[in-house]
């Protein structure tokens, strides 16, 4: 059963900015200047601009294939099972970590301010976000959306009272540290721009995915971007530096200052409502991983499984939720540093993805949004994200190949025997070695997902394209040549005797020319019994004979009905017409390499429906 679209533009703007702003701005910035000093806001602006740089990748894939799972799926398709199973699990369990960090921060939040024991509070806080997220994907999303509103408007108040209050002396000297201190800082702080990646993750629930995605995720990311600036702005020209680089809490220190304790505790409930909206988003999107993964049989077929009434995947929940809250038992430091090196190699994946399936020249990847500086915007992007990934350092990436080697060996023991399916590398080495590696499985799987982006309705003459064989005729030739190479395959498709299927083609033929343009024919006969319908289309580039004023018919399309079937045979007829009134059309016909590729066009042809 497929997801419910519930999320609109509000909820892809409040997941994504609910994801990101958590302890980034709350915990990191004290760190932060200890590393870059007073140019520190440089850096923040300088990592929102790489996460853009990285995000636009993203956007194109979620805009071509708007399916749960996110880069799993992208990965999946563009490298294989093997990899997507590894980037699958990985992401689920980094996104799962990153979660239960955000729980972790509320529950310090609620021991510090009523002294509960915080796996206590953890364990309720889980259940609470569960809950949430089985009530419907839109409830979900009203919940993210209420939670940022409160959020943006609490550090909004903190910013417009923080500017007025900036001593610039605090600011010299300016960018001591050298501008490699402020790039390496950009990188430590990138993982604060991580929480992108969860809207991908939902893409296939998001309503209208060509234009909500792209602007609710570039809109989210210059609003946390500016908002990042600002803030650390503030906090350098209002916190002494030696209070600063020590401060865990560097915001609610700078509103203590600046407000007294309305300031303090308005900052302390703005903490509190950002690890809210981050494990909110983290375990809607985390937890489409394993239903992902479940769809391609990379996992049993009972995390699969959606709710009839509300649309949700309820096991792959429980079960994020029950990871989520285990996480809490481990070393929450290695896991951060791990969840973000996950998080960078998606990141690298998803922009070398972007090249593998424009190389591989697959007709149906359509993004509605196209990144742009390609390649040149991917390859610096792998770049950097790589360097980010070797300064998070080597514990980080052991943990991360641990985790590999499980998931390799999940793959081996149970994947590979379950899941066939084709991706983009195969199509790109087929390009280059001209080899037949592939069978149009995954165009197909990119033209139903079209189908469904685009909301295009089908009909009964979209379920005859579908059936029908397509064959590519070398020409030029006459239309009695053309009969009878085909007349064998017609038959046996039909039930007709051969002779019968040329005798009835002929007088069809001899009637009237069934050529309705110099460019399309469509013979068509009527079939003995019940219920019958057939199609068998034919491209000849040099053209068919059909004689008097159309002596080279490019487009060619058999047809056969029974009498109950008139009604529908007239209006395939009148499909085919509108069809080829498109201005595209003949060009698109001539030009597309595979026969198997004209079908796609039609299916996705904006044609007059009849039916």
Known sequence: MDLKKGIGLAGVFSIATGAMISSGIFILPGLAFTKAGSAVFISYILAGVLALFGVFSVIELSTAMPKAGGDYYFINRTFGPLLGTISGFLGWFALALKSAFAVFGISEILYLTLNIP?????????????????????????????????????????????????????????????????????????????????????????INPKRNIPLGMISSIAVVTLFYGLIVVVLTGTLAPEDFSTSLTPVADSAGLLLGKPGYIAIFIASALAFITTANAGLMSASRYPLALSRDKLLPPLFAGVSRKKQVPVLSLVITS??????????????????????????????????????????????????????????????????????????????????????????IFYGRRNNKSEFALLHL??????????????????????????????????????????????????????????????????????????????????????????????????????????????????????????????????????????????KTIASLATLVQDPKFQDQWQSLKKPEELKHMMLLSKRKRFF
């Open 118 to 206: 915080t796996m206590l509070s953890a364990g309720l806080l889980c259940l609470i976000f569960l809950l949430v997220n089985l009530a419907g994907v839109e409830e979900a999303a009203i919940f993210q959306l209420i939670m940022v509103i409160g959020l943006l408007s609490l550090l909004f108040v903190y910013i417009l009272f923080g500017l007025p209050a900036v001593e610039t002396g605090n600011f010299k000297p300016f960018g001591e540290k050298g501008i490699h201190a402020i790039i390496t800082t950009s990188g430590f702080i990138f993982i604060s721009f991580g929480g992108l990646l969860k809207v991908a993750n939902i893409s296939e629930e998001v």
């Open 322 to 411: 029950i990871l989520m809250f285990l996480a809490l038992l481990l070393p929450l430091d290695i896991l951060v540093k791990t969840a973000s090196t996950v998080i960078l190699t998606s990141y690298v994946l998803t922009n070398l993805a972007v090249i593998v399936l424009r190389e591989s020249e697959i007709s149906n990847y359509k993004p509605s949004f196209k990144a742009p500086f390609y390649p040149w915007l991917q390859i610096l992007s792998i770049l950097l994200f790589g360097y980010f990934i070797i300064d998070l350092g080597s514990q980080a990436i052991e943990v991360s190949l641990a985790f590999i080697f499980a998931c390799f060996c999940l793959y």
């Open 429 to 570: 080495i087929k390009k280059i070695t001209d080899s037949k590696l592939t069978e149009d499985l995954l165009e197909t799987e990119l033209r139903d997902i079209i189908i469904s982006r685009d909301e295009i309705e089908q009909d009964s003459f979209d379920k005859l394209i579908r059936e029908a064989a397509v064959s590519d005729m070398e020409g030029p030739m006459d239309w009695e040549r053309l009969l009878l190479s085909l007349s064998r395959e017609i038959a046996t498709t039909t039930g007709l005797d051969e002779e019968e299927v040329l005798s009835r083609y002929r007088k069809r033929q001899n009637e009237y020319n069934t050529a309705i343009s110099d460019f399309i024919a469509i013979p068509h006969i009527l079939l003995d019994g019940e219920g019958k319908t057939f199609m068998k289309i034919v491209r000849c580039k040099k053209g068919v004979d059909f004689g008097e004023k159309t002596k080279a018919v490019k487009a060619i399309f058999f047809l056969g009905g029974s009498k109950d079937m008139r009604i529908l045979h007239l």
